[in-house]
């Protein structure tokens, strides 16, 4: 086990950091605050190898064991970038920069493995290699692709990959997982619905799209109701709705946003299919065309088995200290998250670790809980020494 004194000793310095990142969120690729104070840090701490622009903005960190003779590499990620919502906290380091947060806890992540860094460099109590990844834009942007088109993995010889994040109302020192479909897939669609617009007083001479619009509002519903496996999960959300702009006109033109969120390839194909008819074949019958765009997003994040159940053996050990649990059967969550395309490029494990009692991610009062800092940095540490143990 690693030196929990130690760690416990770093935990007031940590917090400076985190809270500067508080105060000074970045949304995005546009990171470059964030990424020079980590690309600095982690070079004072003498790291063996430290890697800017990855990904565009990304920060690559290197640390060799005492020994490398096992072979073995694992990498490390957090998350860096932070969301566009006005903070509404009165706390004395809220954001500086208005219309800017870190409402998901990215801030407390970077800090966390930066802490993490900071241990291994100094103890290198393990056999092989530990590949640290600071990662833009995962807030939308796919910055966790951006690094793997880089050649990030096949670059550093990654051969595991494990993510973290932070669960509000999941106490401190406690952890949550499951072995495959964790988070879901998350695609979003367009939908232009045109019809002949006229006066309101002469609806019969119009074709009106805010009619057909709402039908296919309404029709959409069917997919998870009557298309889907009730055993399945799928969310399928139209989340604006755009049309018209006086009282006495019926507008030639709707415009529909949502987002469509699956755990299966299967079901991910079905939604889509659906969809794409169900717009169609509504708008035709009123005489009116739909024209659909359909984005697929972030895929499912998909815990490979056997490192779940090291994550999980590994969080057993921080949760026991810190009269915390684990939980090896959370139910998935409908929310994405780009960690999924690390896991589809290398086996690994997502974990959530505990907030305590908190608002919820994306919430204005949302702050990242630092008495969680020892926890995750003991998670980090103790991973890294127990899957790659000392000679």
């Known amino acids: 086990m690693p030196n929990t004194d ?40 003498g790291c063996d190898e430290v890697v ?9 960190g290197v640390i060799r064991g ?27 380091y809220r954001s500086k920069v208005p219309g800017k947060m870190h409402a998901c806890g990215h801030d407390g992540h970077t800090a966390m493995l930066l802490g993490a860094a900071r241990y291994l460099a100094e103890t290198r109590d393990f056999d092989g290699t530990v590949v640290l990844l600071f990662q833009p834009a995962e807030e939308g942007g796919g910055g966790a692709k951006a690094m793997i088109d880089d050649g990030v993995m096949d670059r550093f010889g990654v051969q595991e990959v494990y993510g973290m994040h ?36 002469k609806p019969n001479e119009t074709i009106d799209t805010l009619l057909v619009a709402t039908h296919i509002v309404t029709a959409l519903q069917s997919i998870v109701s009557r298309n889907a496996d009730p055993l399945e999960s799928a969310v399928v959300s139209v989340t604006s709705f755009k049309a018209g702009e006086a009282f006495n006109v019926i507008p030639q033109t709707a415009e529909l946003l949502g987002t469509v969120r699956t755990l299966t390839p299967e079901l991910r194909d079905l939604c889509e299919t659906r969809l794409k008819e169900i717009a169609t074949t509504v708008a035709r019958a009123f005489g009116a065309t739909a024209t659909i ?79 969680a800092i020892p926890v995750g940095v003991g998670y980090w540490a103790t991973l890294v020494e127990t899957a790659m143990p000392a000679r």
């Open 6 to 45: 130690r760690i416990a000793a770093l935990k007031e310095e940590i917090t400076a950091w985190r809270r500067d990142f508080h105060s000074n969120p970045e949304l995005l690729y546009d990171v470059h605050r964030t990424a020079g104070i980590v690309a600095e840090k982690l070079t004072s701490f």
């Open 52 to 60: 800017t622009g990855i990904g565009r903005t990304g920060v690559v």
């Open 66 to 92: 005492r020994s490398t003779g096992s072979g073995k590499v694992i990498a490390l990620r957090a998350d860096m970038d932070a969301l566009p919502i006005e903070e509404e906290t009165n706390l004395p």
């Open 166 to 201: 932070n669960m509000p109302g999941l106490p401190v020192g406690s952890f949550a997982l499951r072995p495959g479909p964790v988070m879901a897939a998350a695609d979003r669609f367009r939908i232009h619905v045109e019809g002949r617009g006229g006066h309101a007083a």
């Open 293 to 371: 765009e359909y984005e697929r997003g972030y895929p499912v994040t998909r815990n490979h088995e056997a490192q779940t159940e090291f994550a999980a053996s590994i969080a057993a050990k921080l949760a026991a200290g810190a009269s915390g649990t684990v939980d090896l059967n959370v139910p998935p969550t409908m929310g994405a998250e780009d960690f999924s395309f690390m896991l589809e490029a290398r086996p690994g494990a997502f974990i959530f670790m505990g907030n305590g009692d908190s608002a919820g991610l994306h919430h204005p009062a949302y702050d990242f809980n630092d008495d």
